[in-house]
Nanobody
């Protein structure tokens, strides 16, 4: 059974940085494309960054040039380095496979709050 644990969120001023981590267990991590998703208050969850099993990355236009996704297959962990944060980046951030392992299972997420 897959288990996802996100961490690293917090309160930061606009222009600041955060690094999120996601520990994955219960899956063959290294063969899966992984992604970071976020859900802002009152909005649908969206995929903001993804990384393939071969390390290929892709980003939503809203975060391109500011966020960097990476993975450590030895540690079954995926990271999201977030720089130049903006108030509109405020959201709960989740990691999951791309596409998600399940339509119903998500980790608890980690809250990122960016103050202006």
């Amino acid at each position: 059974q897959v288990h996802l644990v996100e961490s690293g969120g917090g309160l930061v001023q606009a222009g600041g940085s955060l690094r999120l981590s996601c520990a994955v267990s219960g899956s063959d991590f290294r063969i899966n494309a992984m992604g970071w998703y976020r859900q802002a208050p009152g909005k649908q969850r969206e995929l903001v960054a993804q990384i393939g099993s071969d390390g290929t990355t892709n980003y939503a236009d809203s975060v391109k040039g500011r966020f960097t996704i990476s993975r450590d297959n030895a540690e079954n962990t995926v990271y999201l380095q977030m720089n130049s944060l903006r108030p509109e980046d405020t959201a709960v951030y989740y990691c999951n496979r791309v596409p998600p392992y399940s339509t119903t299972y998500w980790g608890k997420g980690t809250l990122v709050t960016v103050s202006s």
